[in-house]
Nanobody, 120 residues
Framework: QVQLVESGGGLVQAGGSLRLSCAAS????????MGWYRQAPGNQRDLVAHITTVGSTNYADSVKGRFTISRDNAKRTLYLQMNSLKPEDTAVYYC??????????????WGQGTQVTVSS
């Protein structure tokens, strides 16, 4: 059983920053790729960034250069540093444990989500 608990969301003005955290338990954290997804009202849930077990990262084009994903295996915690936030970044952000499938990475465990709201 894997448990993921996000924190750090909130309301911020455009141009501001937030750091999301995701505390993991119930699994060998360092052996799993991890990711951050987001879902705005009426939209599908999209992968924003992911990080492999060896620290390689990948980002959606919409957040490249503004968001940074990182992990602290000793603390079993995943982070998402979000800078230069825009109103279109407003969404519920979800932490996810990822697994490699034939079609690529997919989430098999989710956190409960944390709301990020960026005002203009």
């Amino acid at each position: 059983q894997v448990q993921l608990v996000e924190s750090g969301g909130g309301l911020v003005q455009a141009g501001g920053s937030l750091r999301l955290s995701c505390a993991a338990s119930g699994s060998i954290f360092w052996r799993n790729a991890m990711g951050w997804y987001r879902q705005a009202p009426g939209n599908q849930r999209d992968l924003v960034a992911h990080i492999t077990t060896v620290g390689s990262t990948n980002y959606a084009d919409s957040v490249k250069g503004r968001f940074t994903i990182s992990r602290d295996n000793a603390k079993r915690t995943l982070y998402l540093q979000m800078n230069s936030l825009k109103p279109e970044d407003t969404a519920v952000y979800y932490c996810a444990k990822l697994r490699l499938r034939p079609k690529g990475l997919e989430a098999d465990y989710w956190g409960q989500g944390t709301q990020v709201t960026v005002s203009s």
